[in-house]
């Protein structure tokens, strides 16, 4: 079982900075964690992915302004996310797939909001 706790939520202005991070407890070897956003009315999307050996994804709406990465030997994934906008207002979940099972694990979430 995996636990995912997230921090790093909070209010910030339009061009603001925020970074979140994410904690893995019981977390295994291989993996691909990820931060998924849900804004209000709107599906959950994904935002940026980053594999143990450090390959990342993004969505195009974020890419230049976000930047994923992870530390393997603690078992932690950050978000740092500059340049947000209010479009980016949204809760975010920390994701967890373990490679070779799939099993999937989310975070609470924790919220972001962009507005002056």
């Known amino acids: 079982q995996v636990q995912l706790v997230e921090s790093g939520g909070g209010l910030v202005q339009p061009g603001g900075s925020l970074r979140l991070s994410c904690a893995a407890s019981g977390s295994s070897s291989t993996n691909t964690m990820a931060w998924y956003r849900q804004a209000a009315g709107k599906r959950r999307e994904l935002v940026a992915a980053?594999?143990?050996?450090?390959?990342?994804n993004y969505a195009d709406s974020v890419k230049g302004r976000f930047t994923v990465s992870r530390d393997n030997a603690k078992n932690t994934v950050h978000l740092q996310m500059n340049n947000l906008k209010p479009d980016d207002t949204a809760v975010y979940y920390c994701y967890y797939k373990h490679t070779t099972s799939n099993v999937v694990y989310w975070g609470k979430g924790t919220l972001v909001t962009v507005s002056s």
């Open positions: 980053i594999t143990t050996g450090g390959s990342t």
